[in-house]
């Protein structure tokens, strides 16, 4: 006969004269969580309460000892906190804070594929909770939506640190069983092979994944086919799911899932400075921010957002944000800025880098203000602008010719390249353009660019450009056929460009 108490029937327990079992909350192979209440100090808690044939088993006795002593040490509101642990009439457990919510799986199981912001802005604060684990030499090696909490304030924690292990002296927990999840399994992990926080990065990616997809990505007859197509198969491309989606946020996915550690992102906080980024770059395609993402975004110091002070003007929700726990979000450039010109995308191994920006009249004199088109890629959306010549009607009508009238500039890449879109930033919104792309050149005739691979039509403060090349460019034309309405100048129009980027 078994001697072991079911779960319901550990309902009423009290554990070391304090802690008041009352409902089961879930069950995994180790261990048994339930709601308790802490009489001493009168506050709902989660128990984990270790199985008593596991508890018999030393090392399984010590991992879970090993998981109370581990989490007691991360202090960070995007982690579920260990409040105190002990063992009584041979029942080992640990008392959690208690978290009135739902899980991050619930969640995408009841909506399906979340709003792009929502689903960054959770990526985020897990990343955040993984950093302080990570800078104690800590691998979760289990991140999946199932071990993330979504609180009653909309927070996500982490938790469910009972597989994780400490970093050996090389930076990596030794070979041996594979543990975790495998529809989010690292492929070195589901090799047997070691792993570093770069694995708990290709898992993060791939639940990342599943928030704006609404689904794993791999599917096989057993648990053991899913791991062999994370280790075979790259993940399906996010836009081509959901083609809403921000190429900024699908890259930061990309990157984080490649296969070869050494090509994912070699620490959470580069993963947060993309994901922040790809947040502002959702928050002001939409041009309002929802829920966590509010919160996410208002922890980007002002110095520190990417969109110009005119555009956060125009976006002025992006404006309401809010501090999240602990401390600051450090965004930076979709592609990542310096002096001089441009600047290098953190792609999959790819870099995309502008060289310089020239301006384009060849229907008017050949010059479109040439002394400052270089502020268009200075690396300063803020403070710097490239400004057409003024033109007494929107259309250039009677001051260019062609078939279509207008002015332009074109940027010019360091070697050839085939992004996905183009990034525009703008003082003067409500011009139309279209961009054009070749490989070699320039053209000097408009004629000579060929079709254009993406359009804009009453441009807004930031536009993110869908482009469409058949092949890769180095050669980048936005021809302006309308001009919007001069700052300086009532009733004279013209354009101005601040800031100019290519995601690949």
């Given at each position: 006969m078994n001697s072991r108490p079911t779960s319901s029937q550990m309902i009423g327990t009290v554990l070391s004269g304090r802690y008041r079992l009352e409902a089961k909350l879930g069950s995994g192979g180790m261990s048994t969580v339930y709601l308790a209440r802490d009489d001493t100090l009168d506050r709902a808690v989660a128990v984990k309460v270790m199985h008593r044939e596991m508890s018999e088993q030393a090392d399984q006795l010590e991992r879970f000892r090993q998981e109370a002593r581990a989490v007691a040490k991360l202090s960070h509101p995007n982690v579920v906190a260990v409040i105190d642990a002990g063992e009584d009439g041979g029942h080992p457990y640990i008392v959690f804070e208690y978290v009135?919510?739902?899980?991050?799986?619930?969640?995408?199981?009841?909506?399906?594929?979340?709003?792009?912001?929502?689903?960054l802005a959770y990526a985020i604060e897990i990343a955040r909770g993984l950093t302080v684990a990570h800078a104690r030499n800590m691998?979760?090696?289990?991140i999946k939506p199932q071990n993330v909490l979504i609180d009653s304030e909309g927070r996500a924690k982490l938790t469910d640190f009972g597989i994780s292990r400490q970093l050996e002296q090389d930076g990596m927990t030794a070979t041996g069983r594979v543990l975790g999840t495998t529809d989010y399994v690292a492929p070195e992990q589901a090799m047997g092979h070691p792993v570093d926080p770069r694995s708990d990065i290709y898992s993060l990616g791939v639940v990342l994944y599943e928030m704006l997809i609404g689904q794993v990505p791999f599917h096989a007859d057993s648990?053991?086919?899913?791991?062999?197509?994370?280790?075979?198969?790259?993940?399906?491309?996010?836009?081509?799911?959901?083609?809403?989606?921000?190429?900024?946020?699908?890259?930061?996915?990309?990157?984080?899932?490649?296969?070869?550690?050494a090509e994912r992102y070699q620490d959470v906080g580069e993963m947060i400075d993309d994901l922040s980024t790809a947040l502002e770059v959702e928050a002001a395609r939409a041009g309002s921010t929802t829920g966590?993402?509010?919160?996410?975004?208002?922890?980007?110091?002002?110095?520190?957002?990417?969109?110009?002070?005119?555009?956060?003007?125009?976006?002025?929700?992006?404006?309401?944000?809010?501090?999240v726990g602990g401390g600051a979000i450090a965004a930076v450039l979709l592609i990542s800025s310096g002096g001089g010109g441009g600047g290098a995308l953190k792609g999959?191994?790819?870099?995309?880098?502008?060289?310089?920006?020239?301006?384009?009249?060849?229907?008017?004199?050949?010059?479109?203000?040439?002394?400052?088109?270089?502020?268009?890629?200075?690396?300063?959306?803020?403070?710097?602008?490239?400004?057409?010549?003024?033109?007494?009607?929107?259309?250039?009508?009677?001051?260019?010719?062609?078939?279509d009238p207008g002015v332009g500039l074109y940027v010019t890449t360091k070697s050839a390249a085939k992004p996905k879109e183009m990034v525009i930033r703008t003082p003067t919104p409500g011009w139309d353009a279209q961009v054009f792309a070749t490989a070699s050149g320039p053209p000097e005739d408009l004629s000579e660019w060929g079709e254009p691979v993406g359009e804009v039509t009453d441009a807004a403060s930031l536009e993110d450009v869908e482009l469409n090349l058949?092949?890769?460019?180095?050669?980048?034309?936005?021809?302006?056929?309308?001009?919007?309405?001069?700052?300086?100048?009532?009733?004279r129009y013209q354009v101005e460009i601040s800031d100019v980027k290519l995601v690949g």
């Open positions: 009135e919510g739902e899980t991050l799986k619930q969640r995408i199981n009841r909506l399906g594929a979340l709003d792009p912001q929502e689903a691998v979760h090696r289990d648990q053991v086919g899913v791991a062999m197509k994370h280790v075979n198969e790259e993940l399906p491309d996010v836009q081509a799911r959901r083609s809403e989606v921000s190429a900024a946020a699908a890259l930061v996915v990309e990157r984080a899932t490649a296969k070869e550690p966590e993402a509010t919160t996410i975004l208002e922890a980007v110091p002002p110095p520190k957002r990417k969109l110009s002070s005119r555009a956060r003007l125009s976006w002025v929700a992006v404006l309401l944000l809010v501090l999959k191994g790819e870099k995309i880098s502008i060289a310089s920006a020239t301006d384009y009249d060849p229907q008017g004199d050949g010059e479109e203000d040439p002394e400052t088109v270089g502020f268009a890629v200075d690396g300063n959306p803020t403070g710097t602008a490239w400004s057409s010549e003024h033109y007494d009607t929107p259309t250039f009508a009677g001051t260019k010719t062609g078939p058949p092949s890769p460019a180095k050669y980048f034309l936005i021809w302006f056929n309308k001009a919007a309405p001069a700052r300086d100048q009532e009733g």
